[in-house]
């Protein structure tokens, strides 16, 4: 039982003395939430950046996404223009024009199979895109708050409180 209020005895005596040391009011304390203010003015100018440029890359990779998906549609129109184009030459028994245009569904298909994976790739850079943005905005909000401590420390330490 001793020992017990004995350290809780010492634990209160070096809180105390800890936060009286904290609280002091001195110039250097002023001085380094000053510089605090600073540096957090300066991160949020460069989240404030990074938002912007976040923005910037998630149009760009919409504007991409939606490009390769009018390349898909157009690829798709003209396989199956070359289809009904080759299946009429079989029909008529021209096989040298049918077979150049199985070569063109052919290359039609390798079309469409190129759009796709870069949609899919432009599908993944907006996800990463929107989370970074997200990412940003809360570390904006994160250093306005910081700004607001440190005014508030400011304010605290020119009227010695």
Do not use: C, T, W, Y
């Amino acid at each position: 039982m001793r020992r017990n209020l004995a350290q809780l005895l010492a634990v209160a005596v070096l809180g105390l003395g800890a936060a009286a040391f904290a609280q002091d009011g001195s110039p250097s304390d002023l001085h380094n939430d000053r510089k605090d203010l600073r540096q957090d003015k300066r991160d949020l100018n460069h989240d404030r950046k990074d938002v912007r440029s976040d923005k910037r890359d998630l149009n760009a990779d919409r504007r991409d996404r939606n490009a390769d998906r009018r390349d898909i549609n157009k690829d798709q129109r003209d396989l199956n223009k070359d289809r009904r184009e080759r299946n009429a030459d079989l029909k008529a028994g021209d096989k040298k024009d049918a077979r150049a245009e199985q070569r063109d569904i052919n290359h039609d298909k390798r079309d469409i199979r190129s759009d796709k994976r870069d949609l899919h790739a432009d599908n993944r850079d907006i996800r990463k895109d929107k989370r970074d943005l997200h990412q940003d905005r809360k570390d904006v909000r994160s250093d306005k708050r910081d700004i607001k401590h440190d005014r508030r420390d400011i304010h605290k330490d020119k009227n010695g409180k």
